[in-house]
């Protein structure tokens, strides 16, 4: 009872109050003791962005930041919401910075419906950044921000934390909360949710792979992700992409949107047009709930990142062909039965999830029987193993999630009344429309008049009586949803497939015939030998087929996609692995120069080339050092294994730097021709080589805290 009798006292008092100081014309910041009304706006210091009060619905409005010039369709991009999920009235309400320190949202001068409930003894503004962060700060800096509190998209060096997340809107009119969200959950990983009052399920990354096939780490808990102004995004738990026009001079915005993908936007700041750089699902019927309950997703088009349709299950009727999110509800009473059940086979068809039981190497008529001895039973996937060579039950208690395409070689067993199975399987399928249409905007008619004293008590029951059953409704919500956390099998999580994204797996018999029975050797080692073989599609190669060890496949592909994630143009780029029985091989970019060491003997390297190759490996090893995302161990620095491209550029793989012994006066140039290679003598810079034989000094240290890093290795060999 405390809380709105203290709401009702404020809205009381504060007619007696003197009215605060309003905001009439653009800047960028918001003194203390001063407001914002529903005409008025904040315009960032490079005009790119505006703050203030954006309609969502007739006489509905939300306190917002946006790009302040619309796009070439006219529309405003908005990237920030205060109060989204309760949008207030244009008379009379304002935003206002109070001398106490908090920033609150007052509807019609009434209500506070969003607050930042921040507190501070010293003077306050609230200013618009120029990135579109919102602060609000006094002179020790920021006490609250909008960056802090995303809704549904993230700009440039934004981060998302444990404590925040994007949550898409209801719909592209509809800004209120939808079903779909980002953040990070307590295994570390950064992930894709569809969650609705009765279901909650994980599509991204996608649920069947194990965290190492999805290129995910799940040991760092510091849980923060972000993206730069050059559009490369990176996670904590590893994962990265970067943005296909990847750059400076662009403005860009990652959005959950509203059809559960996320994407990340460019602007093309002529035409006034976002245009799609990353997206996370490229199959959007993998998006779980995308057609709600007891339906199918369908593409418009064989390829599957194509426009997609929902259509009816046979017997199911849609309940709302403007949101198909609510689904399909069915047109017959289904018995329990089972004499007087039937079902459907619905070639190519899958509904993920929900799984009643998994059950191994069953028949068909087991499977079935054992679906008719379950009232909650809708249905069956029957499924072959092609590993284990049998096929695999799983009947549903739910029918969501569906996804009708041509890589789903086993069928779907529809259940339905017996004596309609003819009728509904000749029925043509009720199919639904391309893309959701447009939903209704928001309508907030709402008319404030001046409180009396005979409505106040009338109005404290009614606050009362709402805030206790809103109580009621979270507690059921809560308990309901840990027990659907509870009841959720860990069995579905089989693995349907290994995937290691990024590269290419090949075959054995693909690498076999590649490297012509692995005929032509080209190096060995301690780990396996290294043959040169030419793919399917003309590239040449250096296949490495790595000794027989006691690795299982799940360890093996963890470290592939380690190794496919360092990158860098003094590396060897990996182009694919093969996993199979007993075999473990890796593909690699082929060096027609051969290795340092074999050029070195030859005489082919000249003082340039030399002095080069040396950069380019201190390049190599700054990156692991210094710069690459993973940690990585190297030994053997040796010229065996730095190796040459067709322009003598070095590569190398995991090794430490040629090791020099110290003979005679360093300061003394005839020292340094007297360890000079006899074919260099008369043709090399002898300050850079002193340089060099200083710098590989020093890189042996004994005392490793004397030892120069090397990216200071490489400024004292590139002086500016």
């Not at 399909?328 to 289904?334: Q, S, T």
Request: proline share 4%; net charge neutral; aromatic share 12%.
């Amino acid at each position: 009872m405390d809380t709105p009798i203290l709401i009702l006292l404020i809205s009381l008092l504060i007619s007696s109050v003197p009215p605060l100081f309003s905001i009439s014309s653009p800047h960028d910041t918001l003194p203390a003791s001063s407001s914002l009304s529903v005409s008025n706006v904040l315009i960032s210091e490079n005009g790119i962005f505006s703050a203030g009060f954006h309609s969502v619905g007739k006489n509905a409005y939300c306190f917002s930041i946006w790009f302040t010039e619309p796009t070439s369709d006219g529309n405003l991009t908005v990237v920030w919401m205060a109060n989204r999920d309760r949008p207030v009235n244009r008379e009379r309400t304002k935003l206002s910075l109070l001398k106490s320190g908090n920033l609150i949202l007052t509807d019609a001068a009434l209500f506070t419906v969003w607050s930042t409930d921040t507190k501070s003894l010293s003077p306050l503004q609230l200013r618009l950044l120029n990135t579109g962060n919102l602060i609000l700060q006094n002179q020790n800096g920021s006490i609250w921000e909008s960056f802090d509190s995303p809704t549904d998209t993230l700009l440039p060096n934004q981060p998302i934390t444990r404590n925040s997340k994007l949550v898409s809107s209801r719909s592209h009119n509809n800004f209120l909360s939808g079903f779909y969200s980002l953040s990070f959950h307590k295994d570390n990983l950064i992930r894709l949710l569809f969650d609705k009052a009765e279901v909650s399920s994980f599509y991204w990354p996608y649920p069947w792979l194990n965290s190492w096939d999805a290129d995910r780490f799940l040991y760092n808990d510091s849980q923060i992700a972000a993206f730069n102004s050059s559009g490369y995004f990176r996670s904590s738990d590893r994962f990265e992409f970067k943005a296909s026009d990847y750059g400076i001079g662009v403005w860009r915005r990652l959005r959950m949107d509203v059809d559960g993908n996320v994407r990340l936007y460019s602007l093309d700041e002529g035409e006034r047009i976002w245009s799609v750089t990353w997206q996370a699902i490229s199959q959007p019927c993998q998006i779980h709930g995308v057609c709600g309950p007891n339906a199918m997703c369908n593409y418009d088009h064989p390829r599957e990142n194509a426009g997609r349709r929902c259509s009816c299950l046979p017997g199911y009727k849609a309940k709302n062909l403007t949101d198909w999110s609510l689904g399909c509800e069915p047109e017959f009473n289904l018995s329990c039965n089972a004499a007087e059940s039937g079902f459907i086979r619905l070639p190519n068809v899958e509904f993920y999830g929900y799984d009643i039981k998994f059950n191994v190497n069953y028949t068909y008529e087991r499977c079935e029987e054992e679906c008719l001895q379950s009232c909650k039973c809708y249905g069956f996937n029957f499924r072959f193993d092609d590993d284990k060579g049998y096929y695999n039950c799983f009947p549903k208690s739910r029918l969501l999630n569906g996804y009708r395409s041509p890589r789903f070689g086993d069928p779907f067993f529809l259940r339905l009344p017996k004596a309609s199975v003819t009728f509904y399987a000749n029925r043509k399928q009720e199919i639904g429309l391309h893309c959701p249409p447009t939903t209704p905007n928001l309508l907030l008619d709402r008319g404030y008049k001046k409180p009396k004293q005979n409505r106040m008590l009338q109005f404290m029951v009614w606050f009362a009586s709402a805030f206790g059953g809103f109580e009621i409704i979270c507690i059921c919500f809560v308990w309901l949803l840990l027990y659907k956390t509870q009841q959720r099998s860990s069995e579905n999580t089989q693995s349907y497939l290994q995937v290691v994204s990024g590269f290419k797996k090949f075959t054995y018999a693909e690498l076999k015939k590649a490297t012509r029975n692995f005929r032509e050797e080209i190096g060995r080692g301690g780990s396996g030998i290294v043959y040169k073989g030419v793919l399917s599609d003309r590239r040449v190669a250096a296949i490495k087929r790595l000794n027989k060890a006691n690795q299982g496949e799940a360890e093996f592909l963890a470290e592939v996609s380690i190794i496919g994630r360092v990158n860098h143009m003094n590396l060897i780029e990996i182009w694919g692995y093969c996993v199979e029985g007993n075999h473990r091989l890796l593909v690699y970019e082929y060096m027609e120069c051969g290795s340092l060491g074999e050029n070195l003997i030859s005489g082919t390297l000249d003082w340039e080339k030399r002095f080069d190759i040396a950069v380019g490996s201190a390049k190599g090893l700054a990156y692991l050092h210094e710069e690459c995302l993973e940690w990585v161990l190297h030994c053997d620095v040796k010229p065996q294994n730095i190796l040459l491209d067709s322009n003598f550029q070095s590569k190398r793989g995991l090794v430490k730097w040629v090791r020099e012994k110290k003979n005679g006066n360093g300061e003394n140039e005839l020292w340094l021709e007297e360890i000079i290679d006899p074919m260099m003598k008369g043709k090399c810079d002898l300050r850079k080589m002193g340089i060099l034989v200083q710098v590989a000094l020093e890189c042996v240290k004994e005392d490793k805290d004397a030892r120069p890093t090397m990216s200071q290795v490489i400024e004292r060999l590139l002086p500016n």
